[in-house]
Nanobody, 126 residues
Framework: QVQLVESGGGLVQPGGSLRLSCAAS????????IGWFRQAPGKEREGVSC????????YYADSVEGRFTISRDKAKNTVYLQMNSLNPADTAVYYC???????????????????WGKGTLVTVSS
């Protein structure tokens, strides 16, 4: 059974940093790639960043390129999202999701995930 558990959200001042973690159940990273998605109140869900577990290829939304970094630790079954230079527009619930590998290869972070975590709230405010 695929389980994804996010952690690391919280309140941070503009210009600050946070690192989100996504802990996946055993074998999940053997079968799926992982993406981080976010949804702010009243806005559509956005694919923030995705990673190919096998070769480490990464995808970023234009809005976070150069500020966010996605990485994976296969031994720990964990994917991270390092978020720097945060601004109020980054405020959202961030979700970790499992994405079919072939779908990610074709569509990048536009791919529809198969499984979702419950999300972690990131609030950027002074």
């Amino acid at each position: 059974q695929v389980q994804l558990v996010e952690s690391g959200g919280g309140l941070v001042q503009p210009g600050g940093s946070l690192r989100l973690s996504c802990a996946a159940s055993a074998f999940t990273l053997d079968i799926f790639d992982i993406g981080w998605f976010r949804q702010a109140p009243g806005k559509e869900r956005e694919g923030v960043s995705c990673i190919s577990i096998s070769d480490g290829s990464t995808y970023y939304a234009d809005s976070v390129e150069g500020r966010f970094t996605i990485s994976r630790d296969k031994a720990k079954n964990t994917v991270y999202l390092q978020m720097n230079s945060l601004n109020p527009a980054d405020t959202a619930v961030y979700y970790c999701a499992a994405v079919d590998k072939l779908r990610l290869l074709r569509l990048g972070c536009e791919a529809e995930p198969d499984y979702w975590g419950k999300g972690t709230l990131v609030t950027v405010s002074s």
